[in-house]
T-cell receptor
C-alpha cells in the first residue's frame, strides 16, 4: 500500500479555517485519497474522498495537488467538535482491495 | 437507521482464554470489516467479510478468526489470548464492497490480564 505522511499535530482556533496537509508521493494512478477522523472514544468517521479533482461536502473540502503527490483537508470553520485525529488514507477503489490502511494521523486541537 | 452495533463494549479476559466479539452492521449493509487499534500499532486491518465469505485478511496470526452470518452480522474470535491482544476492536460496515464510505461502530475494548 502506498504510504501517507502527516504532521503529528496541529492547533487551530475555533471558527477559523483549518488546513490539514497530507503527503503521498508514491500514490499510484488508481489510488483514491480518503480522509477519516476519529473523535475521542469513538470509532473512525468518514469525512471525504477524491481521486483527482477537488471535492466538497457538508463536512469539509479536499484539495488535491495537480501531481496528486499531496492533498489538503480543509475545515472551513473549526468547531470544538472537530478536535479529533484525522487520517489520510490511500486506497485502490477499483479492485478487490477494500481495506483501509491507517497511519498515525494528525491530532487536531481546537482552541475556544 | 441504527448505526453499527458492537457488543460487548468492554471485556476483561485472562491470558489463555478465548473471546468472541459481535458486530451488527447497518441494516442493508453486507460488508463487515474488523480492525484492531492499539496505542503502539494504531489501527490495523484484521479481515473483511461479504456475503458470509472472507474477502480480505490482514497480517494477524491464526488465533484471530471471524465469520459472518446470513443476516450479515459478524463475529470475531480470538483464541489463546495474550496480553498484547489488549486493544480496541472496531467493526466497520459498508453496503457493498464497491461502496466507498465505511461506517464504524464504537468498538469493543478488550483487556487481557
Amino acid at each position: 500500500d502506498a504510504k501517507t505522511t502527516q504532521p503529528n499535530s496541529m492547533e487551530s482556533n475555533e471558527e477559523e479555517p483549518v488546513h490539514l496537509p497530507c503527503n503521498h508521493s508514491t500514490i499510484s494512478g488508481t489510488d483514491y485519497i480518503h480522509w477519516y477522523r476519529q473523535l475521542p472514544s469513538q470509532g473512525p468517521e468518514y469525512v471525504i474522498h477524491g481521486l483527482t479533482s477537488n471535492v466538497n461536502n457538508r463536512m469539509a473540502s479536499l484539495a488535491i495537488a495537480e501531481d496528486r503527490k499531496s492533498s489538503t483537508l480543509i475545515l472551513h470553520r473549526a468547531t470544538l467538535r472537530d478536535a479529533a485525529v484525522y487520517y489520510c488514507i490511500l486506497r485502490d477503489d477499483t479492485g478487490a482491495n477494500s481495506k483501509l490502511t491507517f497511519g498515525k494521523g494528525i491530532t487536531l486541537s481546537v482552541r475556544p | 437507521k441504527a448505526g453499527v452495533t458492537q457488543t460487548p463494549r468492554y471485556l476483561i479476559k485472562t491470558r489463555g482464554q478465548q473471546v468472541t466479539l459481535s458486530c451488527s452492521p447497518i441494516s442493508g449493509h453486507r460488508s463487515v470489516s474488523w480492525y484492531q487499534q492499539t496505542p503502539g500499532q494504531g489501527l490495523q486491518f484484521l479481515f473483511e467479510y461479504f456475503s458470509e465469505t472472507q474477502r480480505n485478511k490482514g497480517n494477524f496470526p491464526g488465533r484471530f478468526s471471524g465469520r459472518q452470518f446470513s443476516n450479515s452480522r459478524s463475529e470475531m474470535n480470538v483464541s489463546t489470548l495474550e496480553l498484547g491482544d489488549s486493544a480496541l476492536y472496531l467493526c466497520a460496515s459498508r453496503e457493498s464492497t464497491d461502496d466507498t464510505e465505511a461506517f464504524f461502530g464504537q468498538g469493543t475494548r478488550l483487556t487481557v490480564v
